[in-house]
């Protein structure tokens, strides 16, 4: 973790994360990278590590949760947004690019093409991964998964479930405009 913690904090982290993450390494890396960002841009220090620790997220889907609101807090994406862009990446018929994905996010705020190019790249951090080829994909299965996970649509402030029709529509919707 940056900035370098003491042994005696980098050893508390360790466990914390393993704990929580009960051997799945995609939950341990996520919430090692988000505690990471969180350490370097001083919202946690070693002072107030040890009460991180203790709300680190249990599950998968907590993860999930607490990245897209920590994303939009940080981007000024509201969660709305990074619903619809989100729809645009697992509903297309093919891998949309960053500069297809800026256009259409464009088309949706009124923004220029670059302010929706960089509004892809920083509204969901890294659960969105932009390849050698500059098309965007979505980090793991296991998050397609979450984003359409009905269950989630009783909890209260959850996350926006993706919904598959109004998905397609909204994409033809801009398609056509």
Known sequence: ???????EKTTLV???ICDRANGLFLHARLVADNLSENLQ???VTEETLPGSLERLPRSLSDVYE???????RRSGVSLDHQAKLLACVTHSSCPLRLIQLGSLMAQILKIELREGKDLVRASCGGLLELLPDESVSIIHHSFTEFLHDQSR??????????DDALAHDMLAAICLE
């Open 153 to 162: 649509a009783s909890t209260e402030n959850a996350f926006p479930v993706l």
């Open 14 to 16: 360790t466990k914390a």
């Open 1 to 7: 973790l940056q900035p370098p913690l003491s042994s």
């Open 66 to 72: 607490e990245l897209l609101r920590d994303h939009s």
């Open 41 to 43: 841009d001083g919202r």
